[in-house]
């Protein structure tokens, strides 16, 4: 996939091209809808699917103080457009200038102007331009004076309300990850970079792979069920309480039920949350602490086995 970084951007080769914009902030079951009907339409063109997106979450620029903490960061985002078949990625920086755009000028300038796509699809929540006064009925009517064709999809339901990132944003908050799971349509993610730890974890019997997270936002601190390069797992997210002196910054630390991958200082892995087990507390000791990660490994491998049985029964 091609990623295009300048502004104005242009797409490269020829089209004709079919395009998705958003910021798409966790690309759950609702932007997947949008995602996977550009690529259809890219392909019934015979042309070429591209992915318009921001390099930040406009509130970012708007109201720093009120910016939600988002999902992703812009690479994963870009990894998942990647997987789900895009030709191209178009990261538009926005910048006060881009900010202050009319909602015809985004689209005459930006959009026909220079990447002079054939098709467009947005969400049925997609509002753009200044002061976010443009939505999918002004793009739709643009599109029929300038010569491409606008598609608003409707929005995916989960009992009853819409798929959103807002929504998403709360549970991943509270800890609540399998519920998050339900709307992602996969597990949250904590993408982090391996640091050398203390070697307390494997001196109590449980080596961990000690990772320095980059999402912005983290669950709530506490023990999760987890996967570790489709290895099965149990974490701890948090800053240790129990080690004196905790730390400062947030460590989510990966002790492996199975044989752990090679995992040197500086390497990235990304961990799958799939159950939350206990919130992270101080223990009045290493062994009260010892005794407490033994019953989270059990709890975790009875998790396992329940996901084994499942599929068997299926």
Not at 14 to 25: E, I, L, M, R
Not at 222 to 237: D, E, H, I, S
């Amino acid at each position: 996939m091609i990623v295009v970084r300048t502004f104005p951007p242009r797409l490269p080769g020829p089209g004709p091209w079919a395009a998705a914009v958003g910021v798409f902030d966790g690309v759950h079951r609702g932007h997947r809808a949008i995602l996977a009907q550009t690529v259809r339409r890219a392909r019934a063109i015979r042309g070429r699917a591209a992915a318009v997106t921001f390099d930040r979450h406009p509130l970012a620029t708007l109201a720093p103080h009120v910016a939600p903490r988002c999902l992703m960061t812009l690479g994963q985002r870009l990894t998942r457009f990647d997987e789900l078949g895009f030709d191209a990625a178009v990261v538009l920086p926005f910048s006060r200038r881009v900010a202050a755009m009319t909602a015809p000028a985004f689209v005459q300038r930006v959009l026909s102007g220079r990447l002079h796509v054939a098709e467009v699809v947005v969400g049925w929540d997609f509002h753009f331009g200044r002061g976010g006064m443009g939505d999918g009925a002004l793009l739709t009517a643009l599109g029929d004076c300038l010569g491409f064709r606008a598609s608003v999809m409707p929005p995916v339901l989960d009992r009853g309300e819409p798929v959103s990132s807002t929504r998403i944003r709360k549970l991943v908050a509270l800890g609540r990850v399998a519920e998050a799971r339900r709307l992602l349509g996969r597990p949250p993610v904590v993408e982090g970079t391996v640091v050398r730890g203390r070697r307390l974890a494997r001196r109590l019997g449980f080596p961990t792979i000690n990772l320095r997270p980059a999402n912005v936002l983290l669950p709530r601190f506490g023990v999760y069920v987890v996967r570790l390069a489709g290895r099965p797992g149990v974490a701890n997210l948090g800053v240790r309480p129990t080690v004196k002196p905790a730390t400062r910054v947030p460590l989510l630390e990966v002790h492996c039920l199975a044989a752990a991958p090679p995992a040197p200082a500086g390497r990235r892995f990304q961990v799958e949350l799939l159950a939350f087990l206990r919130p992270e507390r101080a223990f009045r000791d290493l062994e009260a602490l010892a005794a407490a990660i033994r019953r989270d490994t059990h709890a975790a491998r009875t998790f396992f086995r329940g996901l084994t049985g499942r599929r068997s029964r299926g």
